[in-house]
């Protein structure tokens, strides 16, 4: 290879493939591409304190993005063919209020939040990387399937860069309307299939081969090269030293694959010199990945995954009609592309993979928002997580600990609304199916007649 190439995950196929080449999948084999590089040939810092400084093309929007800003660590588009839309700002943030409900000394307890980049969410970060090798191999359309933050980001980096059309494939009725908003506002072609999130993700990947559409789901490896600078900047806010535990939603597992090639990346460059342990969560609503680990005994082995424990597994969802179903809709996915990856990823950073109850997200997500971070359900995963490997002994209180935040509190605003204002009776109704009967932590509005004497009254009752 030259300076840098796709290469196939599998040992034994371990093909390799132009960067110019749109390749979803390997075509020798199947299985998933990675971008490799020589690192030999490039020239990267020695002291982490001088990452994140890559120049910005000159003429370009005049801001710096907190993707490209990177550069040195994702080397594979050249500069003038680089696309942002100022993504990557976002902000490690401590949290005494929800470190506290996950039971972790709020001294170590940190929270990534993502959901500062333009479109709301994570997926600005690939977005960046994907969007890019789409403007170097001179792509006209690209394509998403989406439970809603991709297709937002999609629609964000088309609309903004008037570089190409974007289509959107949702599964009909499964988007929230915060994210539905989105992509209808800025102009992208939206189809409602008929079906779920996997559904619409094999439809897309079938028209996208058939019509040359440019793909920007995470089977994409080059997006995930974008998503891997949330955890440069993790690593960034906390000087460089590396964290015991990352925590982050699973769903399509594109970013548990990304954050452990990051991490390995810089170990392997010498840039970092230990390896976090990494938790991987679902909602239990949607369990594939921590049900194949901890039930099926499914392993990355060594890169020979046992694919028919995938296959028997895929084969009883069908059988049995199981659709995902929870209230954390970005995570509401079956068959997560990313799962090989993924595994690799709990291989290499000797990491667990869980899932937690929708009350369980729902409930840590109020306790996060009393520190000023509002956060979709999805992303509340994370901290529930945490809490639950507390409790089992498998992270320790006193361990430094960061919660990856994937998306805002407007994606899904209806969840939010419904937690804080429900009865238990009605919230029972809306969301039973869900599991989710209380909300411990709920902050009701009161109301209060048309009188000013009232309002003090009532003001002054509830402050004391």
């Not at 006209?140 to 959107?168: D, P, Q, Y």
């Not at 539905?180 to 189809?191: H, M, P």
């Not at 679902?282 to 369990?287: F, K, Q, R, T, W």
Request: with cysteine; charged share 20%; net charge neutral.
């Amino acid at each position: 290879m030259s300076h840098a190439c796709q290469k196939c995950i599998h040992p034994d196929c371990a093909a390799e493939y132009d960067l110019y080449q749109v390749l979803p999948k390997c075509p020798a084999c199947g299985n998933l591409l990675d971008i490799i590089y020589d690192w030999d040939q490039l020239r990267i810092p020695s002291h982490p304190m001088m990452l994140g400084r890559a120049a910005w093309p000159s003429g370009g929007m005049g801001a710096i993005s907190g993707v490209w800003r990177f550069g040195d660590l994702l080397p594979f588009a050249p500069l003038e063919k680089r696309v942002s839309i100022g993504e990557g700002h976002t902000q490690l943030r401590v949290s005494p209020n929800a470190a506290a409900y996950a039971g972790i000394k709020k001294e170590t307890f940190r929270l990534q939040y993502e959901g500062l980049n333009p479109s709301g969410s994570f997926k600005d970060n690939g977005m960046a990387g994907a969007f890019s090798h789409a403007n170097m191999v001179g792509a006209k359309v690209a394509a998403c399937a989406s439970t809603g933050n991709t297709s937002a980001s999609l629609a964000a980096f088309a609309s903004a860069s008037g570089l190409m059309r974007a289509i959107i494939f949702i599964g009909d009725g499964k988007i929230s309307y915060g994210k539905l908003s989105q992509a209808l506002d800025y102009g992208a072609v939206t189809l409602l299939v008929q079906g779920d999130f996997d559904d619409a993700m094999a439809r897309v990947q079938e028209v996208s081969a058939r019509e040359g559409i440019y793909l920007v789901n995470s089977v994409n490896p080059f997006r995930l090269e974008g998503q891997k600078t949330t955890m440069f900047r993790v690593l960034e806010g906390l000087n460089w030293q590396v964290p015991d535990w990352v925590v982050c939603p699973g769903g399509n597992l594109g970013n548990s694959s990304a954050f452990a090639k990051a991490l390995y990346e810089l170990y392997d460059l010498g840039i970092i010199t230990k390896l976090p342990r990494i938790a991987i969560v679902n909602s239990s609503g949607a369990p594939t990945f921590s049900r194949l680990v901890n039930d099926h005994g499914l392993k990355w082995n060594g890169g020979r995954v046992d694919d028919s424990i995938i296959d028997s597994y895929y084969a009883k969802l069908d059988a049995d009609n199981v659709k995902a179903s929870t209230i954390a809709s970005a995570i509401e996915i079956n068959r997560p592309v990313n799962l090989k990856k993924a595994l690799r990823a709990i291989d290499r950073l000797n990491g667990v993979a869980l899932d937690v109850s929708d009350q369980a997200i729902l409930d840590a997500k109020a306790n996060i928002a009393r520190d000023g971070l509002g956060c979709e359900p999805a992303s509340a995963a994370s901290v529930a997580g945490a809490k639950q490997l507390v409790e089992k002994g498998v992270i320790d209180r006193d361990a430094t600990v960061v919660c990856i935040l994937t998306g805002h509190q407007l994606k899904d605003p209806h969840a939010t609304v419904a937690y804080h204002s429900f009865s238990e009776e009605d919230l029972a109704k809306e969301y039973g199916r869900f599991g989710i009967a209380t909300s411990k932590y709920g902050n009701r509005p009161i109301s209060v007649a048309n009188s000013a004497d009232d309002i003090v009254a009532k003001i002054r009752q509830t402050l004391g």
